[in-house]
Every structure is written in structure tokens, then in C-alpha cells.
């Protein structure tokens, strides 16, 4: 039987769209500069995904693959960020953000705000001082570590044990301090449990999981254990819900498990501490060889999409769906922005 379209639903997804939605973690950077000899990629690839869903701030990722390690990291880095500043320039759509003040601006002007952000400190080599420098350039968060080790500390692997027991370096705390003390959001996404202790004992501020899931419905150390959301909620944190790892299975991979994801951390912590980091990344998944899938799922994992929430066009689709599953107004407000805008206010 056809689903029936329920008007008044409509109506309150539309409403609640409206405000626009916030992602914490989007992988803009590498194909920016993957295809850096195109130009208006962001207007013709990015834009309308982006306007369809109501999308008014996106965390926009630094991220260096293997490939440039280590010689390369830095020059790759700077790349990326001057192929951002071009595009946009080309597109004025698209407004690069540095503050609180400047994202409420582009809110209000129905721009597209970009907060630059850092997955993995490989950039930074070993040389804290270089913080500044991409703080000057806009960065305004940093994650430590991807799923490898660096000079600051180790990642989550997708297993369910298994990760360095080692903490954080040295320079990894250096870099934890002279972050926030700068204003750079420090994100614990992808860092290994004994790293993500050390972390909260340094920081001070509220702390951000930009994209991750619960343990619960996937169990690998990449995920985030019932401890560690507790951890995260006592320190008024959040934790945006990634699309990518809801399920090993790919049966189970729906937009109800993903809201799943959203209860049970609103659940443990208050719906004060849940939001969204989408990190939608088939646009670069379905560009690969078959050989670099198949290196990604022996590495780490094969992605599992969910079929209604597959890119930046479907946010409505979530909300729609939190408005089925008996969430208020107020609650479907915080998930999708009011949770991150807190958080943008307290640190920038
Ligand atoms: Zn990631």
C-alpha cells in the first residue's frame, strides 16, 4: 500500500527545515583538490545537494590521504584550504566562517556558512606553532588522528579491540592546549579510547564527537562506548551521528537505525548533547576503482549508505523521519542546529 503523505507532517518538516540544518563533518577538501583542475565545483556539484536539504553550515574537512605522507601533508593541506578560498570566491553562495558572529550573519543572509575544519593533525608534522597558522587561514577545529597514528596520538580501529593502548604524545596534549587556547574546537572523532581520556583531562571547554555512532549498534573502537558519551554529556559536549557506520549490516543500515543512533545517545545524555555530523561520503566512494574500495574495506570497512539519507539533499528526509518517531519541535530544533550553535558560541 502506498505510504500516505501526511499534510501536516509536510508542513512541520518544511517549518523545521527552514531554520536550516548543520553538518559537522562533510570530506570537501579532498575532492576540491582531488579535481583542482575543474573550476565552480562548488556551484555545480555542491550547491544544489546543499540548497535541496536546507543545509546552513557545513564542517568542511582538511584530510591528507596516505598517498602524501608524510612529505607532502603540509603543501597538501594549504591546497586544499586555497582551493576553498577560490571556489568560494566563484560561488558567493558559500560564506567561509571564522566565528560565531560570522555564521549568525551568514544564517540571517541565507548564505551557506563553511567552517574549516582538521581531520588528522598530519599537517602540523610536529610543529605546534603551525596551529596558529591554520587558525589565521580559518581553521576552527581539529580531530587529532584519522583511524591511523600520527605525532599526535593513535585512532580508533574498526575492530572492536585491538587499538594502541597508548594516550596522547606529547605534542598530541600540545596541540590539545594551544588549541583551545587559540578558539579551535577540538573534536574526538576517530580517537582511540586511551587518547580520548587524555583529551577530556586537558580540555576545559565542551568537547565535540563531529561524526561518529554508538557502540551499541556497531561495535568497533571507532564508535563511541556508553562511557565516553556519559564523559561527553557531563562536560555539556556533542555528539553529531554519522551516516556511514549506523550498521555493519547493510539490511540494518536504515533511517531508523540512524534515529536509533540519536535516541540512544539523547537517551544517556539529554537531547542536549546530539546532532548531526552526516559525514556523507559516497560522492568519493563511487569515484574509486574497484581496487581502492576494496583497500578501504580491507583496512577499514565497506561503507554501508543508507538508501534515503545519502547526501546532503536528504536532510529533510531525517527530520521527517524524528518528526514520525514523536520528537518535538523543540528537540528536532536542537538535534539539527541548536546543539551545535551552543557550541559554536561557547568556542569561537
Ligand atoms: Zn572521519
Redesign the pocket.
Known amino acids: 500500500m502506498p505510504k500516505m503523505i501526511d499534510r501536516s507532517v509536510e508542513q512541520r518538516t518544511d517549518r523545521l527545515q527552514a531554520g536550516g540544518v548543520i553538518d559537522m563533518?562533510f570530506d570537501l577538501l579532498m575532492d576540491l583538490y582531488e579535481k583542482r583542475k575543474r573550476k565552480n565545483l562548488l556551484e555545480t556539484e555542491f550547491l544544489p545537494e546543499i540548497e535541496a536539504g536546507n543545509i546552513s553550515v557545513v564542517g568542511v574537512a582538511i584530510y591528507i590521504e596516505d598517498r602524501y605522507l608524510p612529505e607532502s601533508g603540509l603543501r597538501v593541506a594549504l591546497d586544499q584550504i586555497a582551493r576553498l578560498y577560490a571556489e568560494t570566491q566563484a560561488c558567493p553562495r558559500f560564506a567561509i566562517c571564522k566565528s560565531y558572529h560570522d555564521i549568525q550573519k551568514a544564517r540571517e543572509e541565507k548564505d551557506i556558512a563553511l567552517l574549516i575544519t582538521m581531520?588528522g593533525a598530519e599537517p602540523l608534522g610536529t610543529d605546534v606553532s603551525l596551529l596558529r597558522i591554520f587558525y589565521e587561514l580559518g581553521v576552527r577545529s581539529i580531530g587529532l588522528t584519522?583511524a591511523r597514528s600520527n605525532a599526535a596520538g593513535h585512532g580508533g580501529i574498526f575492530a572492536p579491540n585491538g587499538s594502541s593502548p597508548e594516550g596522547l604524545t606529547g605534542f598530541g596534549r600540545d596541540v590539545v592546549r594551544e588549541s583551545e587556547a587559540l578558539g579551535m574546537i577540538i573534536d574526538l572523532?576517530?580517537i582511540n579510547p586511551a587518547g580520548f581520556n587524555d583529551i577530556l583531562s586537558i580540555l576545559t571547554k565542551p568537547p565535540i564527537v563531529s561524526?561518529t555512532n554508538v557502540r551499541r549498534y556497531y561495535d568497533i573502537e571507532r564508535n563511541i562506548s556508553d562511557e565516553q558519551i556519559k564523559m561527553i554529556g557531563e562536560r555539556r559536549g556533542v555528539i553529531g551521528v554519522n551516516s556511514v557506520l549506523v550498521s555493519p549490516q547493510e539490511g540494518e543500515s536504515t533511517l531508523d537505525r540512524y534515529v536509533d543512533h540519536i535516541d540512544y545517545i539523547a537517551n544517556l545524555i539529554g537531547i542536549d548533547g546530539v546532532a548531526v555530523g552526516f559525514?556523507f561520503f559516497e560522492f568519493i566512494y563511487s569515484q574509486w576503482p574497484e581496487s581502492a574500495k576494496k583497500e578501504l574495506a580491507e583496512k577499514l570497512t565497506t561503507p554501508q549508505f543508507i538508501p534515503d539519507l545519502r547526501n546532503h539533499s536528504h536532510a529533510g528526509n531525517l527530520t521527517r523521519k524524528l518528526i514520525e518517531r514523536g520528537f518535538s519541535d523543540e528537540q528536532i530544533q536542537k538535534i539539527l542546529r541548536g546543539n551545535w550553535l551552543r557550541i559554536f558560541e561557547e568556542w569561537l
Do not use: P
Open positions: 563533518h581531520e584519522h572523532a576517530h561524526h559525514d
